[in-house]
């Protein structure tokens, strides 16, 4: 398996699927990422595959203690503050220098809430196999192994999985994810999810202002349209600005409804409020 590895997405429902088959994992509010453990080094990477190692250090050091060489975990970099799971404070964490990063990883350490294995120290590449088999995998590798890495809760009771959605949102849980047992593991938007948010995903393709601090996205909607958004708030543009400057430059483009601004390079996904996608302007909530 090579690094980067494009990972499994969950696509938006209006309800909890239900019937045979189905297996309903709690959906943590932080920041997706990619836990590879090798022969000598950890990384740690991004949902768009850029290595973000040096801001999640607490947790690649982590896993270079307790996990064994040839180890690829799934999941999510989770930060806890005053009992509760804060998608802010990994916003600031996953937006900020390594220097930055450190300081905020001793006042708030992230948790790694792990629900996919990829890669098995001892059988290797596992993404074909069903979920219920590399989920007992995922139990049997972490059965010993302290926090900050963790198992996200799973059962394959709909009551349960529905009693979560409708109880822990107060602590930081965003919804429910939704696979099916017998599914390998494989890109694109294999799961499904239900959550509290009213989001849709937008793909960005360009912003406006600087690079070093864009002031604007242009997004593409999942029905293709494409729209400006919102000011930026200052963590969301860092976030913005992180990804620009690990990507190829762009180019400047005009459009008629749109205006002028720079194209962005594949690979960085928002959340915008439903709610606004009719409208010419948009909301972005968050950088996933």
Known sequence: MRFPVDVALAQAVPRLP??????????????????????DTVHVQARSGRDV??????????????LRPGTVLDGEAVVYRHGRVDFSAAQSRAASAPPRARQLAEEWPATFAAWDILQHPDLGDV????????????????EDVPPPLQ???????????????????????????????????????????????????AEVIGHTGP????????????????????????????????????????????????????????????EVLAGTTRHGVVTVTRVR
Do not use: C, N
């Not at 309903?24 to 022969?39: C, N, P």
């Not at 107060?170 to 047992?181: L, N, P, Q, S, T």
């Open 211 to 270: 690079a070093a601090r864009p002031r604007a996205v242009v997004v593409e909607l999942p029905d293709a349209r494409h729209r400006l958004s919102q000011p930026l708030t200052a963590p969301l543009s860092a976030a913005v600005a992180a990804h620009i400057a690990t990507s190829e430059p762009g180019h400047r483009k005009r459009s008629r409804d749109l205006g002028s601004y720079t194209t962005v390079a594949p690979g960085l996904t928002v």
């Open 151 to 201: 198992v996200v809760p799973a059962t394959d009771d709909p009551t349960v999985a529905q009693a979560w959605y409708e109880t822990l949102h107060d602590v930081g849980i965003e919804g429910i994810v939704a696979k099916r047992a017998s599914s390998p593991y494989r890109s694109g938007r294999i799961w499904q999810k239900i959550r509290h948010a009213d989001t849709v995903d």
């Open 53 to 66: 190692t040096a801001v999640w250090m607490d947790l690649a050091l982590a896993a270079f203690t307790h």
């Open 127 to 142: 993404r074909g196999r069903p979920y219920t088999e590399r989920r007992g995998l995922l139990l049997d590798l972490l």
């Open 18 to 39: 239900v019937g045979d088959g189905w297996w309903y994992e709690i959906k943590l509010d932080g920041h997706r990422s990619v836990i590879w453990r090798s022969a």
